[in-house]
T-cell receptor, first 117, second 114 residues
Framework: AQTVTQSQPEMSVQEAETVTLSCTYDTSESDYYLFWYKQPPSRQMILVIRQEAYKQQNATENRFSVNFQKAAKSFSLKISDSQLGDAAMYFCAYSPHSGAGSYQLTFGKGTKLSVIP | DSGVTQTPKHLITATGQRVTLRCSPRSGDLSVYWYQQSLDQGLQFLIQYYNGEERAKGNILERFSAQQFPDLHSELNLSSLELGDSALYFC?????????????FGPGTRLTVL
């Protein structure tokens, strides 16, 4: 079974600074998807960024970028120019690349990010 | 707003009771996923339906069941409720099929079992 580990239960960052959230995963598959989801206090789950394992290029979305190390099974999220609205719980997630059309997500335990004004 | 609706928003009930949570996917989405978020277990996948048929099953208890109706809305039925079933239950929808399509999450149903 796949597992996703987030070793940092809580982190904080100064507004406008950069922070990196860590994630490792375990899988025997060679093709899969990785995600970072954001859950603000409203509890809404919001997709931040997605990475396909077969793509060597790291995904970026505006101020959010990832460092995907497939051999090390590591998938970290970098948030640049942190804003107060970035304060949330961040979940790393894994999905199989399923020819059967099932892409269920396996989540890590989450990292609570605080942004200090 | 993701376009996915879930009702009710909050549900308070007693141990041993049965409840039904409802999910309406985004227009055109064929696939519905159910997830449970609890303090003990974190976020975990329960079950997926695609166009009315069960597609994948995760850590879903035998006391729980789900279905997807012809109009594509889905219901998650929880019976013989226990205190540990208190959690936030999310549904997510996607167009489904292959290749991967983003899952859009609903706002969740907060279930409290007393």
């Amino acid at each position: 079974a796949q597992t996703v580990t987030q070793s940092q239960p809580e982190m904080s960052v100064q507004e406008a600074e950069t922070v990196t959230l860590s994630c490792t995963y375990d899988t025997s598959e060679s093709d899969y998807y990785l995600f970072w989801y954001k859950q603000p206090p409203s509890r809404q789950m919001i997709l931040v960024i997605r990475q396909e394992a077969y793509k060597q290029q790291n995904a970026t979305e505006n101020r959010f970028s990832v460092n995907f190390q497939k051999a090390a099974k590591s998938f970290s999220l970098k948030i640049s120019d942190s804003q107060l609205g970035d304060a949330a719980m961040y979940f790393c997630a894994y999905s199989p690349h399923s020819g059967a059309g099932s892409y269920q997500l396996t989540f890590g335990k989450g990292t609570k990010l605080s942004v200090i004004p | 707003d993701s376009g996915v609706t879930q009702t009710p928003k909050h549900l308070i009930t007693a141990t041993g009771q049965r409840v039904t949570l409802r999910c309406s996917p985004r227009s055109g989405d064929l696939s519905v996923y159910w997830y449970q978020q609890s303090l003990d277990q974190g976020l975990q996948f329960l079950i997926q339906y695609y166009n009315g048929e069960e597609r994948a099953k995760g850590n879903i208890l035998e006391r729980f069941s789900a279905q997807q109706f012809p109009d594509l809305h889905s219901e998650l039925n929880l019976s013989s409720l226990e205190l540990g079933d208190s959690a936030l239950y999310f549904c997510a929808s996607s167009p489904g099929g292959f290749p991967y399509n983003e899952q859009f999450f609903g706002p969740g149903t907060r279930l409290t079992v007393l």
